[in-house]
T-cell receptor
Framework: EADIYQTPRYLVIGTGKKITLECSQTMGHDKMYWYQQDPGMELHLIHYSYGVNSTEKGDLSSESTVSRIRTEHFPLTLESARPSHTSQYLC??????????????FGEGSRLTVL | AQSVSQHNHHVILSEAASLELGCNYSYGGTVNLFWYVQYPGQHLQLLLKYFSGDPLVKGIKGFEAEFIKSKFSFNLRKPSVQWSDTAEYFCAVWTDSSYKLIFGSGTRLLVRP
């Protein structure tokens, strides 16, 4: 049972609004990630963090920003939502790197629709 | 750029049929390979992984996958599927070049009872 939680699960919002997608994990993992997923498409890494006060952009350019002030919390923020931001956002964490064979634990996702 | 290809986007099988889902990647160096599964309404979870050693790896629920380096493939297999295997399956590859986990686009499996 994965102990990683995302809120909200579903969000419908108007253009120009600021939104924050919350992600929390109770496993004490140093590594946390945000992926973006559109139907029938690959998961694309948009942000990752290897520890407190460490954040990096992923492979897919995103207008969102993230912060990592506490180990267990990795929120994603969009300052001004646009319809092009409509997607599913998946948060994940791990105790080590995939290069070490470590698995990612995923949350259930936040499905964002921007009208 | 490195990529992961899952050629079958949708697969429909009857219960007890055998399953093979293809996964190919484009990188010639060191890789670690993963299959993740997402059951309806649930989060993505690890099904199995290859890190080193025996290229035939066994995962949960009777799934297995074989790493064939010469073919850049890591196909997922199950000899007899059940209705409860209905899910979306994602192949993912870590390379010692990108140091990131790259996911395929997924295969939706529907098993008819």
């Amino acid at each position: 049972e994965a102990d990683i939680y995302q809120t909200p699960r579903y969000l419908v919002i108007g253009t120009g609004k600021k939104i924050t997608l919350e992600c929390s994990q109770t496993m004490g993992h140093d590594k946390m990630y945000w992926y973006q997923q559109d139907p029938g498409m690959e998961l694309h890494l948009i942000h990752y963090s290897y520890g407190v006060n460490s954040t990096e952009k992923g492979d897919l350019s995103s207008e969102s920003t993230v912060s990592r002030i506490r180990t267990e919390h990795f929120p994603l923020t969009l300052e001004s939502a646009r319809p092009s931001h409509t997607s599913q956002y998946l948060c994940a964490s791990s105790s080590g790197l995939a290069g070490e064979g470590r698995e990612l634990f995923f949350g259930e996702g936040s499905r964002l629709t921007v009208l | 750029a490195q990529s992961v290809s899952q050629h079958n986007h949708h697969v429909i099988l009857s219960e007890a049929a055998s399953l093979e889902l293809g996964c190919n990647y484009s990188y010639g160096g060191t890789v670690n390979l993963f299959w993740y599964v997402q059951y309806p309404g649930q989060h993505l979870q690890l099904l199995l992984k290859y890190f080193s050693g025996d290229p035939l790896v066994k995962g949960i629920k009777g799934f297995e996958a074989e790493f064939i380096k010469s073919k850049f493939s890591f196909n997922l297999r199950k000899p007899s599927v059940q209705w409860s295997d209905t899910a979306e399956y994602f192949c993912a590859v870590w390379t010692d070049s990108s140091y990131k986990l790259i996911f395929g686009s997924g295969t939706r499996l529907l098993v008819r009872p």
